[in-house]
C-alpha cells in the first residue's frame, strides 16, 4: 500500500489545501509520514455530509454486520 497524503472523503482521495499535518507516534514522539495537506471547511462539510447520509442505512443494520464491517475496516 502506497500512502498518498491524501483526504479521504466519501469514496474520494482528495488532496488537501490547507496547512500541512504531520501525524506523531505517540509512544516514541517520531513524526511519521507522509505529510499531507489539511482540510478546508467545505472538505469537513462534505465529509460530514456523507457521513450523515450513511448513517440511515447503517443504524439498520445488526451488530453482526456492524462487527463484520468494522473488522473489514480494521484489516
Sequence with gaps: MTLEGKLLIGQQAVAGS???IQATDPSSN???????AGGT??????ACELAWAAFDTYRETSLEERATFLETIAA
Design 41 to 46: 471547511a467545505h472538505d469537513v462539510d462534505r
Design 18 to 20: 490547507s496547512a500541512p
Design 30 to 36: 517520531e513524526r511519521l509520514e507522509p505529510v499531507y
